[in-house]
């Protein structure tokens, strides 16, 4: 027999591999997010829980969890019925709620998370960062305080070309709890840096506002528990939403993002669009 046919097999079979991983690697990872999400007297996060369940991608949660206090009653009586099945694809912030009991033990033994509630980890080539925006509860979020010189020792080890960062409580808003300059602090670190996004919650609404310092940042407080309204937009204020359920998808690529708030069935309300990693 000759060798040829075998080594044009050979060199087929090859061929193939190599353009089945080409194109696995063309799929970039997805990140969903949303925050403000279960309550026993609400439906709404069934039925962002019910959304999310069609969707790939780790789930970054934006804090305020398990209404009302973050107890351990809280998460099996209002969470868990609901959200229960996606918590191995959740990497949450803390939320003021899940320090109703005093601390945010529940929250912290559920998710495996460091006792400060802040970390860092990668979804592909991009670089993602929990924040624990509760400042009163971890000793402050001030410039030189312990997260922030973590904060600042964590980008300079993870010099990625697209960096994204996400805690509860929100710099900019205009919603009802509005923008906040405690954090303006990390604002600082994250643009020298360089980072491109940042995701919050606690208004519950949706905003999307352009970018200040080179970041855009979104308010997605729109996991299930209720809706607030918006107010006077603040400047940089791009689109908001305050009557519609839903998710924040993000597509990261390798030098940029696409972004879509998907809506929870029966809604209409979207909002999508690209940016490139700075």
């Known amino acids: 027999m000759s060798l040829l046919p075998r080594a044009t097999a050979l060199a087929f079979a090859c061929v193939l591999m190599l353009a089945g ?10 990140l969903i997010a949303v925050g403000d999400i279960a309550s026993c007297s609400s439906s709404g996060d069934e039925q962002t829980a019910a959304l999310i369940s069609t969707l790939p991608g780790t789930i970054a949660v934006l804090g305020d969890i398990a209404y009302e206090s973050g107890s351990n009653a809280d998460f099996a009586n209002c969470f868990m019925p609901s959200w229960g099945r996606l918590v191995p ?25 460091p006792t400060n509630g802040w970390y860092s980890y990668d979804v592909g080539t991009w670089h993602i960062i929990a924040l624990n925006s509760n400042c009163t ?13 973590w904060l600042r020792a964590d980008l300079a080890a993870h010099p990625s070309t697209c960096t994204l960062a996400y805690w509860h409580h929100p710099r900019f808003s205009s919603g009802i709890h509005g923008s906040d300059s405690t954090y303006e602090p990390f604002w600082n670190l994250l643009a020298r840096a360089k980072a491109d996004v940042v995701l919050e919650g606690h208004d519950h609404d949706y905003e999307r506002f352009a970018p200040i310092k080179g970041i855009r940042s979104f308010v997605v407080g729109t996991g299930g528990r209720s809706h607030y309204p918006t107010l006077l937009p603040q ?4 689109v908001r939403n305050s009557d519609t359920f839903g998710v924040l998808r993000l597509t990261l690529r390798p030098t ?5 708030f998907l809506p929870v069935r029966g809604g209409t ?3 999508d669009g690209s940016g490139n990693c700075r």
């Open 21 to 30: 991983g080409a194109s696995a690697a063309a799929t970039p990872p997805t």
């Open 89 to 113: 694809r959740i990497r949450p912030a803390l939320g003021n709620h899940e320090y109703g009991t005093g601390t945010a033990a529940a929250a912290i033994n559920i998710f495996h998370l």
């Open 137 to 149: 509860a971890i000793g402050g979020c001030e410039r030189g305080s312990a997260q922030w010189r």
């Open 235 to 238: 400047p940089g204020s791009v």
């Open 256 to 260: 940029g993002y696409d972004w879509k």
């Open 269 to 271: 309300f979207s909002d």
